[in-house]
């Protein structure tokens, strides 16, 4: 007998039908797909930061790699921009391509290795909250990296480089697909915190007396998920960096 596949995540339309039953409107005389979608994305984005500030792990992407060309010319005072759009800065003409992944929030571990090698990815320093890249001359290493102004700040290097990023990322939004939700809730269990949290915009502006113990039940959900999330990081046990012969550093030797 054949498999059948499963998912465990919920579809647009679970959301869509949980919202009409709790918005008393099972048949969708009223609360199409249409009119509810922005209240449905709405509550999908805050129930999403809620849990990404808690570092929830379903949002970090990994292993996202990206060529950054070699710098036009040796100058402290030039820096090379990453950004959703792509790249710029000191590098021989500025390029569409490569560009951050689109559904990037914010990057957390930067890796770089020579292009065209299969060298392993060393760290590079993280420089956001120390100042920013420094004005140093360059070399064939990138070495710091920083967030700035939502884009990867890089010093450059003399040659080709590979990045590899490890970011937080956020889930595409629900869209309309021939008048119909569509979409998937990316995140398990997850349904009732955005449910509730759509029905209360969707009758606040009809001054429905629901809205508040909606509010209150959204939030209840997600802390619920918020604590299991806690939970999930407490089995994982303590976390030590591993060591390295030697760090990064300013005025310092790369490695």
């Not at 918005?23 to 979608?37: H, S, V």
């Not at 570092?55 to 950054?68: A, C, E, L, R, S």
């Not at 590979?162 to 990322?169: L, P, T, V, W």
């Not at 119909?180 to 915009?201: E, F, K, M, P």
């Amino acid at each position: 007998m054949p498999v059948v596949g499963f998912s465990p995540y919920n579809v647009a339309e679970d959301v869509a039908n949980l919202v009409r039953v709790l918005c008393n409107d099972q048949q969708g005389q009223l609360y199409t797909d249409t009119y509810i979608q922005q209240a449905v994305n709405s509550a999908y984005r805050k129930m999403q930061l809620s849990l990404m500030n808690v570092g929830k792990q379903t949002f970090t992407n990994d292993n996202y790699i990206v060529t950054i060309p070699a710098i036009a010319t040796v100058d402290p005072g030039k820096q090379v921009f990453l950004g959703f759009a792509g790249i710029g800065g000191n590098i021989p003409s500025p390029a569409n391509l490569p560009t951050l992944p689109q559904n990037l929030v914010e990057p957390l571990m930067l890796w770089e290795r020579p292009t065209g090698t299969t060298d392993i990815f060393i760290p590079m320093e993280n420089l956001t909250a120390h100042g920013g890249v420094p004005s140093l001359p360059q070399t064939f290493n990138l070495r710091f990296w920083a967030w700035q102004a939502d884009q990867i700040i890089l010093l450059g290097a003399e040659q080709d480089t590979d990045i590899r990023i490890r970011f937080e990322g956020s889930f595409s939004m629900f869209t309309i697909v021939n008048g119909v939700l569509n979409g998937t809730l990316q995140v398990l269990t997850a349904i009732d915190a955005v449910a509730y949290a759509a029905s209360a915009n969707i009758l606040e502006p009809r001054g429905s007396p629901l809205v508040p113990s909606y509010r209150a039940q959204a939030m209840e959900f997600i802390e619920l998920l918020k604590n299991q999330e806690a939970r999930a990081q407490q089995h994982a046990g303590p976390y030590r960096r591993r060591g390295f012969s030697s760090r990064y550093g300013i005025g310092r030797g790369w490695y």
